[in-house]
């Protein structure tokens, strides 16, 4: 079946404009989470969600960052007032659920959104 | 705060030589451990997990790894490699105790397999 898919796939912006990044998980996926990945680091948690509420956003680096999932399907990462520090590749993964009886569930990444702030 | 750290960022070998990646984390309690893998232009994907049970676990593609819970460790292994193993390679860690979707990775290992 279909993978997570995101869009675009490459996004360049200037300084202080709006961004928003979509994500669409697997079908049937509950959990979806946010990772921002800079050059040369790992993926860098930034928000899940678990069906439409938005579980854990603690890893947003600031209130320039939001995300939403209404439908708990899609969902937007939006960034306000881009900075040039905010370039980075986006990742976002789904899972199944959270956990099994065993553990937590494989998380399945999408392709990622690479954005340049200009 | 958990962390997770990846001794080598940067790791060459020949094809038919064997590959260790260490990964150890900072965290005490209960974890579940995990290494993906990025192929070039292609998405991260499971490599393998542990939850629990056996502490050499494998993967795919010939990969094990294990877990050494006296050394906050869980390093990858593969005892001959490919051309085909020239990734990046990440390992991940998630406490169960913390918030439940909140993976911390490592920094990854660029691994260049020569033919």
């Known amino acids: 079946g279909a993978g997570v898919s995101q869009s675009p796939r490459y996004k360049v912006t200037k300084r202080g404009q709006d961004v928003a990044l979509r994500c669409d998980p697997i079908s049937g996926h509950v959990s979806l989470y946010w990772y921002r990945q800079a050059l040369g680091q790992g993926p860098e948690f930034l928000t899940y969600f678990n069906y439409e509420a938005q579980q854990d956003k603690s890893g947003l680096p600031n209130d320039r960052f939001s995300a939403e999932r209404p439908e708990g399907s899609i969902s937007t990462l939006t960034i306000q007032r881009t900075e040039q520090r905010d370039s980075a590749m986006y990742r976002c993964?789904?899972?199944?659920?959270?956990?099994?009886?065993?553990?937590?569930?494989?998380?399945?990444f999408g392709p990622g959104t690479r954005l340049t702030v200009t | 705060a958990q962390s997770v750290s990846q001794h080598n960022h940067h790791v060459i070998l020949s094809e038919a030589a064997s590959l260790e990646l260490g990964c150890n984390y900072s965290?005490?309690?209960?974890?579940?451990l995990f290494w993906y893998v990025q192929y070039p232009g292609q998405h991260l994907q499971l490599l393998l997990k542990?939850?629990?049970?056996?502490?050499l676990v494998k993967g795919i593609k010939g990969f094990e790894a294990e877990f050494i819970k006296s050394k906050f460790s869980f390093n990858l292994r593969k005892p001959s490699v490919q051309w085909s193993d020239t990734a990046e390679y990440f390992c991940a860690v998630i406490a169960l105790t913390d918030s439940w979707g909140k993976f911390q990775f490592g920094a990854g290992t660029q691994v260049v397999v020569t033919p």
């Open positions: 965290y005490g309690g209960t974890v579940n």
């Open positions: 542990y939850f629990s049970g056996d502490p």
């Open positions: 993964a789904s899972s199944l659920s959270l956990s099994s009886r065993e553990g937590r569930y494989e998380q399945y």
